[in-house]
């Protein structure tokens, strides 16, 4: 099958190569998928440039574990069931975030961690949701506890994860004030954010408003700037902030961990928890109360120039790779 793997970290253009590769083999409890779209996310360009370096504790310090295949979200059909699988069968349209192996043609996945596609979802649409959606639900659902009329800040909403985290506020009935540059004005407010602040031209630190919870996507304002506008009982979530190659994002949720103890309002880091959601968001897939914003979609050859444009940082939701357009 053919793959985008990478045997050293480093630029993109210089380390991804497509190449053809041995097909998983699937174990009891596991399932082999046909990938058709997969998505890209900050967590894949972490990978191939091996920052921040604690991270290579886990995947190698010089150089990656083996071979390794990029790729953390994917859609595909079910080609082969292993023995103890019950809920998919072959030909199943299914959805999930794997870590690693996206890029490619076939992936073998835990059964327990795919999800079913809406048959009213694209491939394309459903392979940009696991990642970014199932963190802006973490951090307003589990960690912000987001109630109906809470006011509701999103710093970076036109990010993969912010667009999710827009829409997945207004489900839950909250009013939402959408963080983004002056191009991105119109389509933060089209997917239903009731107030859009256009960083070009005003800094939200200093404003009046004050927000029962804060999920910071980008990081680029102190905590103790957030704070201003927080209620004295508000939730402060960051997904990270910074690309030191030490701690790289993980510096702004250390220091809201360190300093929550200290201060009356609630600072918490929130980090992705793989395919604990996919049912629920699928259900608002379904409802038609989410809609992927995709900005960009490329061919499985063309994945070190999605990740060049991934780490440019500008991009609008989600970038995606057709992985079935290469065939």
């Not at 380390?15 to 998928?33: A, H, M, S, W």
């Not at 960083?199 to 980008?218: K, P, S």
């Not at 701690?247 to 928890?273: I, Y």
């Amino acid at each position: 099958m053919k793959a985008i793997v990478y045997d050293e970290y480093g630029a993109p253009d210089d380390v991804l190569e497509l190449r053809e590769i041995n097909k998983p083999l699937i174990g009891d409890g596991e399932v082999l998928v046909r990938i058709r779209a997969a998505s890209a996310n900050p967590y894949d360009w972490h990978m191939v440039r091996g920052l921040p370096y604690p991270m290579r504790v886990m995947t190698g310090l010089r150089t990656p574990k083996g071979t390794t295949v990029l790729g953390s979200d994917m859609a595909g059909q079910v080609e082969e069931v292993g023995k103890g699988v019950t809920r998919f069968r072959t030909g199943d349209a299914v959805y999930s975030e794997v870590g690693s192996g996206g890029f490619a043609e076939y992936v073998s996945v835990s059964g327990d961690s795919l999800a079913l596609k809406p048959a009213s979802v694209s491939f394309e649409h459903a392979a940009a949701v696991p990642m970014a959606a199932e963190s802006a639900l973490l951090g307003l659902r589990d960690k912000g506890n987001v109630q109906p009329g809470q006011k509701v800040l999103i710093n970076g909403a036109s990010g993969g994860v912010g667009t999710f985290a827009v829409q997945i506020a207004k489900h839950f009935g909250a009013e939402v004030t959408g963080v983004c540059s002056t191009k991105n004005v119109e389509l933060v407010r089209s997917i239903g954010a009731d107030h859009v602040v256009d960083y070009n031209e005003e800094d939200f630190t200093q404003g009046d408003q004050r927000y029962d919870l804060i999920l910071d996507a980008v990081g680029n304002h102190s905590i103790s700037e957030c704070r201003r506008v927080m209620a004295p009982k508000g939730t402060y979530g960051t997904f990270g902030g910074g690309n030191g190659r030490w701690l790289g994002p993980a510096s702004q949720q250390l220091k809201a961990a360190l300093t929550s103890p200290f201060v009356g309002q609630k600072l918490v880091p929130v980090n992705d928890k793989p395919n604990q959601d996919l049912d629920f968001l699928s259900g608002l897939l379904e409802a038609g109360e989410i809609t992927p914003v995709i900005d960009r979609t490329y061919r499985l050859s063309e994945v070190p120039d999605a990740m060049r444009y991934l780490e440019e940082g500008h991009v609008r939701g989600k970038i995606v790779i057709a992985v079935a357009d290469d065939e």
